[in-house]
């Protein structure tokens, strides 16, 4: 898989640039099976899903309710996508994990621990 390092890709014709294409996206390397090519979007929620529980457990996690583990699995899933984006497209950079507060929003946080 070769990594993009220009700002864009250019289409060329005698001598003048007739397109510019912006790089592609990098994919997070979770979606990608290691026999090659991606996971069915039913493969990897399931992949999430047993992370999650695993996460939870690790943490001490426990909810009231069905709706409540529901939300927070949502809340869960997406911050483990910017992690994986982040990590994938930085790779050389500071590498995210996840943390015992990745099941709450933002303002969650804030709103508990008092930060900004």
């Given amino acids: 898989m070769a ?3 220009r700002s864009s ?4 014709m005698g001598g003048r640039r007739l397109l510019s294409l912006p790089p592609p996206t990098p994919t997070p ?3 990608y099976h ?9 493969e990897e ?3 999430i899903k047993r992370r999650f ?3 939870a457990v690790e943490h001490g996690k426990s ?5 409540e ?20 497209k930085f790779p050389d950079y500071c590498k995210r994990e996840l943390t015992k507060f990745s099941d709450q929003t933002w303002e969650e946080i804030r709103r508990i621990y008092g930060h900004n």
Avoid: C, Q
């Fill in 34 to 42: 290691s026999k090659g090519g991606f996971f069915s979007p039913s």
């Fill in 9 to 12: 890709l250019s289409v060329l």
């Fill in 29 to 31: 390397i979770s979606r």
């Fill in 69 to 88: 583990k529901e939300k927070r699995y949502k809340i869960f899933r997406e911050k483990l996508r910017a992690i994986e984006r982040h990590n994938f």
């Fill in 63 to 67: 909810y009231k309710t069905v709706e």
């Fill in 3 to 5: 990594l993009w390092k």
């Fill in 53 to 55: 529980e695993a996460w």
């Fill in 45 to 47: 929620e399931e992949i």
